[in-house]
């Protein structure tokens, strides 16, 4: 992608993001009472970052062995709630030190 | 501004420091992804500035190193982001009822996950003041963060920036994780929504789906079942 599309992408992408927050504080005054679309709406972002995650991060080093240690190694940390951080670091740490062995 | 609107402004950044100071990591570490991915730091900074949110950005970032379609990736940026607009919602009936349009729309470019938490546990109605200084240093740190992680991310050398390509789905791991453990649905829905984009990508006759409605396309369905399945009182 060229940097003026990609400076195109951001620009949509700013848009976007700030719509859903602009608009009700500026136009509704009521909330919304369905537990379908609230429930719906609460689930939205576990279900797009599984699907971006999955399967994309096995090709994310160019070696699939490699990019599964890393992908469990930053399972594990999440798992015993290490913050963000502290798992991106260990994934790539991991990748890296794999890296050399395979 | 008058004594009280100083005073509100002021109460409102010192809530929002501690988000600021949160926000450094983790925006230190898109802004090494960024770069690492071959975007320049000066855009790097402009995406934290200009979208000031997490899963968005870093969903939009990845698809435009994809090289998907523009309307993919404001469509996918779109739907992770429709959650706001609860938190907009559920801000209105909060704020200062006289508040008027301009400012709204103003400080509405500061809602957050986190600054939304802080200024529902505020007692009372919010001022515009509060609201504009509770968003100020959040939005500074955020830029700060991911400026420092782009510049330093220039400087290391190749074979630390390729094992770098894991860092954006270390943070999504990191992200979904916790609170898939503390909540079945939010595991039924993760293995649903992995389980529809894996068949989207791998069986040849949805190959004419592009990536960015592959995420969408699984998206809507599981957290629709999802939805139907387990309703929740948010």
Not at chain 2, 147 to 153: D, F, K, Q, R, Y
Not at chain 2, 191 to 197: A, G, K, M
Request: proline share 4%.
């Amino acid at each position: 992608m060229t940097i003026e599309r990609a400076l195109l992408a951001v620009i949509i992408m700013a848009l976007v993001t700030y719509i859903p927050r602009a608009l009700p504080i500026t136009l509704f005054r009521r909330e919304i009472k369905s537990v379908r679309i609230k429930s719906f709406l609460n689930y939205v972002p576990y279900a797009v970052l599984g699907a971006l995650t999955f399967p994309d991060v096995f090709e994310s080093t160019g070696n699939v062995i490699t990019a599964l240690c890393g992908a469990i190694v930053a399972f594990l940390l999440a798992y015993f709630n290490r913050s963000l951080v502290i798992v991106a670091v260990g994934a790539i740490l991991t990748v890296f030190v794999t890296g050399l062995l395979f | 501004m008058n004594f009280e609107n100083k005073k509100q402004f002021k109460y409102g950044f010192k809530r929002g420091l501690p988000i600021a100071i949160g926000y450094l990591p983790v925006s230190f570490t898109f802004g090494l992804m960024a770069v690492n991915g071959g975007l320049p730091v000066w855009l790097a900074i402009f995406i934290s500035f200009s979208n000031l949110t997490s899963a968005g950005q870093f969903a939009g970032t990845n698809l435009i190193f994809a090289g998907a379609g523009l309307f993919e990736i404001g469509l996918t940026t779109f739907i992770i982001n429709i959650r706001y607009m609860l938190m907009s919602l559920s801000l209105s009936q909060k704020i200062d009822p006289n508040i008027g349009l301009r400012n709204r729309l103003i400080f509405s470019f500061g809602i957050t996950d986190e600054t939304f938490s802080v200024a529902s546990m505020e007692q009372g109605r919010l001022s515009n003041a509060y609201m504009l200084g509770l968003i100020s240093a959040p939005i500074a740190g955020w830029s700060l963060g991911t400026a420092l992680g782009a510049l330093i991310c220039s400087a290391l050398p190749q074979s630390i920036q390729s094992a770098m390509g894991i860092a954006l789905y270390g943070m999504f791991i990191a992200i979904i994780v916790p609170p898939a453990r503390k909540s079945k649905p939010v595991v039924i829905i993760l293995l649903l929504s992995i389980v529809i984009h894996c068949f989207l990508r791998y069986i040849p006759i949805f190959s004419f789906i592009s990536s960015g409605f592959r995420v969408i396309i699984a998206t809507v369905f599981s957290a629709g079942i999802g939805a139907f399945l387990y309703p929740i009182e948010v």
